[in-house]
């Protein structure tokens, strides 16, 4: 079992930023990817980021890509996410993710572990 809690999230204004945490503690050593997911309300949960155990490869949606940054710290067991130019359209609930599979998958079917999730909101 891996347990993974999220922290960081809050209210913040158009352009500013936030760094979101993710602690995992348990059978860390078989997250070999670490994945950040966001739902906003009435909507599917969708990818927003994925790193490898080795942080030498990441994955990040479209829409999010040139403004948020994934990264690990595997000694400490937490995963960051830096999102920079925070617009109206990232306000939702983030959560991270862990998946034992060697490949970053953007379903979030495939992940094993989720968090409790953080809330970001961002006004207009």
């Known amino acids: 079992q891996v347990q993974l809690v999220e922290s960081g999230g809050g209210l913040v204004q158009t352009g500013e930023s936030l760094r979101l945490s993710c602690a995992a503690s348990?059978?860390?050593?078989?997250?070999?990817?670490m994945g950040w997911f966001r739902q906003a309300p009435g909507k599917e949960r969708e990818f927003v980021a994925a790193?490898?155990?080795?942080?030498?490869?990441?994955r990040y949606a479209d829409s999010v890509k040139g403004r948020f940054t994934i990264s690990r710290d595997n000694f400490k067991n937490t995963v960051y996410l830096q999102m920079n130019s925070l617009k109206p359209e990232d306000t939702a609930v983030y959560y991270c993710?862990?998946?034992?599979?060697?490949?970053?998958?953007?379903?979030?079917?495939?992940?094993?572990?989720w968090g409790q999730g953080t809330q970001v909101t961002v006004s207009s």
């Open positions: 790193i490898h155990r080795s942080s030498s490869s990441t």
């Open positions: 993710a862990a998946d034992s599979r060697w490949a970053i998958s953007m379903s979030p079917s495939v992940y094993d572990y």
């Open positions: 348990g059978r860390t050593f078989s997250s070999n990817v």
